[in-house]
Nanobody
Framework: QVQLVESGGGLVQAGGSLRLSCAAS????????MGWFRQAPGKEREFAAT????????DYANSVKGRFTISRDNSKNTVYLQMNSLKPEDTAVYYC?????????????????WGQGTQVTVSS
């Protein structure tokens, strides 16, 4: 079993920054891709960013590209999401997830383990 615990969410003004962290435990972290997804009220969960097992390959949703950066530290079993130039439309619960594969993926179905989520609220 894998446990994923997100932290770092909160309330921020538009244009501000937040850094989310996701600490993993329970099985080998370094062998699997990780992803960040988000879900706004009344909307489906959507892809935000993904990183492969090594950290050498990343991909982003068009809506966050150029503003968000995903990274990982395999020595700490932790994945991060640096969010800059935040907009009110970024308001959502952010979830980290661990893939069953080593290669990065934007496909929600590739991810088996999920954290409980952390709320990010961006005020205008």
């Amino acid at each position: 079993q894998v446990q994923l615990v997100e932290s770092g969410g909160g309330l921020v003004q538009a244009g501000g920054s937040l850094r989310l962290s996701c600490a993993a435990s329970g099985r080998a972290f370094s062998g699997y891709a990780m992803g960040w997804f988000r879900q706004a009220p009344g909307k489906e969960r959507e892809f935000a960013a993904t990183i492969d097992w090594s950290g050498g390959s990343t991909d982003y949703a068009n809506s966050v590209k150029g503003r968000f950066t995903i990274s990982r530290d395999n020595s700490k079993n932790t994945v991060y999401l640096q969010m800059n130039s935040l907009k009110p439309e970024d308001t959502a619960v952010y979830y980290c997830a661990q893939s069953v594969y080593g290669t990065s993926s934007a496909f929600l179905g590739s991810y088996k383990y999920w954290g409980q989520g952390t709320q990010v609220t961006v005020s205008s």
